[in-house]
């Protein structure tokens, strides 16, 4: 009885080879590792907007939104006699909601058209060239786009730096984003509810707007907020495009002030430096915003 | 006519604009960067001379793609890391929990912020902590571009990422961990040999986005018209000359500028497309 105990127990250390217990260290480090890498990219998200909290709170006040910023030599006074600099950037709040505003009506309805034309004649191999040139056009480098933009209606239409050139540029970023989050969540709706509304003879038009886009519209929304939320933060097509203006301007053939224009500037006159970081502040509080926005209508989706 | 023939008219010629749209960005490239294209020819290619006073002109491209090539790998060799970690913590080991969706959510929120804050973020803090590091005496480089823009790539690298790594079947996982595999184990003798290819495509199409990035490489590379010598050297790169220059430029260094965006075009354009292949080709 004893030995036979002995001897299975022999055999049972014998199961557990001597490797495994260097390949569970190993299993367990790169855990580890894993867990590391992931806190560590995380962090920056923290990192990152806490560096705007901390240095751009107490510029944030009530003439931060009601005013135009000051000219360098005001900011200098206000700087060397220690109070925080007066103004605001109310000039870049409404130029870049008229940007996005003109940009959405732009992209938006040509979006959606384009979308619903890639859900209706998906398999075709035209539809498919259609939606690679989407995906090309996704991936322009936004400056590239600036470029082009310059060279289509800043030369040719407004003869200057505007803000239909600034909604250009910004409609052709949010285009293709529009476009495949038409498609993807018309793809999503059951078929039944669109034969169904066939069978009774509806004309396709109201089959579309009847049928299709309110039973998709949390999606379309989803997409359209995400689209703008990524327009609203970009700098690089609009200094070719728009230029920024340091008065409020409502007139689409003129230059126009946009928050991250606006940055970009304080960035480079070292009298306004602190007024980066409350506009910074502002800007991605608002892109955070919508951001979280969209994904949180996103998860509320019934189908 | 009927609604319904006039509604797919409408649509067709709403697509057909997208084509249109695509092919005058191509044509307005080309025909804006035809002064430059005359003048220098292929040495436009190879020639790393920038110089643009006026009378003794002379625009070459070379060493603004070697700043840009040099920035996009780097960020990529960093990001790798960091974005295989974030799938598999989200994709795998911490699959479906509340923990998994916080850390998407937040690196989704990465994506969200504007490329000038990422600048101004490396400017203010990062530059001076390399600086008070002893990696270079100013902080601007080719490294101080390559660390930001490999934070701004990252949630590009991991959402396809993503993806793939859920769609490996469990059957295939189970019958290794029946085997007595340790997860480390599944992970690369199953998980990485079966979503290789998404993952790959992932990382290429990251690679795009660092390519074209802008203001935030402009801040922090250093602007200075040579050829990166190294890790910590200084340089150019396509999209910050287009953005610093563009304001005085005039006639011949316009249209070399016009050039730079053209070629810029085409590198991402091929590298998308490569990676728009390889989803294709292994989906």
Request: proline share 4%.
């Amino acid at each position: 009885m004893d030995k036979t105990n002995i001897l299975l127990d022999k055999k049972r250390t014998e199961i557990i080879p001597d490797s495994f217990i260097g390949r569970n260290a190993r299993n367990r480090l790169f855990l580890g590792v894993v867990i590391f890498f992931s806190v560590l990219t995380i962090s920056m998200v923290f990192l990152i907007i806490g560096t705007m909290l901390f240095k751009g709170y107490h510029q944030i006040n009530w003439a931060f939104f009601s005013q135009t910023p000051p000219n360098t030599f005001e900011a200098m006074m206000a700087k060397s006699s220690g109070n925080i600099i007066p103004g605001g950037i109310v000039n870049g709040i409404l130029g870049s909601l008229y940007l996005v505003v003109i940009a959405s009506l732009i992209a938006i309805p040509l979006g959606l058209l384009i979308g619903i034309y890639l859900y209706e004649n998906s398999s075709k191999k035209y539809a498919g060239v259609i939606r690679d040139i989407t995906d090309i056009l996704q991936g322009v480098p936004s400056i590239v786009i600036g470029l082009i933009v310059y060279l289509w209606v800043v030369v040719n239409v407004t003869k200057g730096y505007s803000v239909l050139a600034g909604s250009v540029a910004l409609a052709l970023m949010m285009l293709p984003l529009i476009i495949r989050s038409t498609e993807e969540s018309l793809k999503m709706i059951p078929d039944t509810l669109k034969e169904a509304a066939i069978a009774l003879g509806t004309p396709y038009y109201k089959v579309i707007l009847r049928v299709l886009i309110p039973t998709s519209f949390t999606g379309l929304m989803t997409g359209i907020l995400l689209a703008i939320s990524r327009i609203l933060g970009e700098t690089a097509p609009l200094m070719l495009t728009t230029l920024g203006n340091p008065a409020i301007n409502w007139n689409i053939t003129k230059p126009v002030g946009a928050v991250p224009l606006l940055i970009w500037q304080f960035y480079n006159d070292p009298n306004m430096v602190d007024l980066i970081w409350s506009s910074s502040l502002f800007l991605m509080g608002f892109v955070l915003i919508l951001n979280l926005l969209s994904k949180w209508i996103g998860a509320r989706r019934r189908i | 006519m009927n609604s319904d023939k006039i509604l797919k008219n409408i649509l067709f010629i709403a697509s057909l604009l997208i084509l249109l749209i695509s092919g005058a960005m191509v044509f307005s490239l080309v025909r804006g960067s035809m002064t430059s294209i005359h003048e220098f020819g292929w040495k436009f290619l190879f020639s790393s001379e920038w110089n643009p006073t006026k009378g003794e002109e002379e625009y070459g491209a070379l060493l603004f793609i070697a700043g840009t090539l040099f920035t996009s790998v780097l960020a990529l060799v960093i990001a790798l890391p960091l974005a295989f970690s974030t799938s598999l913590f989200v994709a795998e080991y911490f699959r479906n929990t509340r923990m998994a969706s916080i850390v998407s959510t937040l690196v989704d929120l990465l994506a969200g912020i504007p490329s000038i804050i990422y600048g101004l973020w490396g400017f203010y803090i990062l530059r001076p902590f390399i600086v008070s590091i002893g990696l270079t005496p100013q902080g601007y480089g080719i490294f101080t571009s390559g660390l930001i823009l490999a934070i701004m790539i990252v949630p590009y690298a991991t959402s396809l990422s993503n993806t793939t790594i859920m769609m490996v079947s469990n059957e295939l996982k189970e019958a290794a961990y029946s085997l007595g595999a340790t997860r480390l184990e599944v992970i690369w003798n199953v998980i990485l040999p079966n979503a290789r290819s998404g993952i790959t495509a992932s990382y290429v199409l990251a690679f795009g986005r660092a390519l074209g990035e802008t203001l935030a490489v402009t801040m922090l590379i250093g602007n200075a018209n040579i050829i990166p010598t190294g890790l910590f050297s200084t340089g150019n790169t396509m999209a910050s000359v287009i953005a610093n220059q563009f304001g005085e430029a005039s006639g011949l260094q316009l249209s070399a500028l016009i050039e730079i965006g053209l070629l810029l075009f085409v590198i991402t354009t091929i590298i998308n497309a490569v990676g728009k292949f390889i989803i294709k080709r292994f989906a």
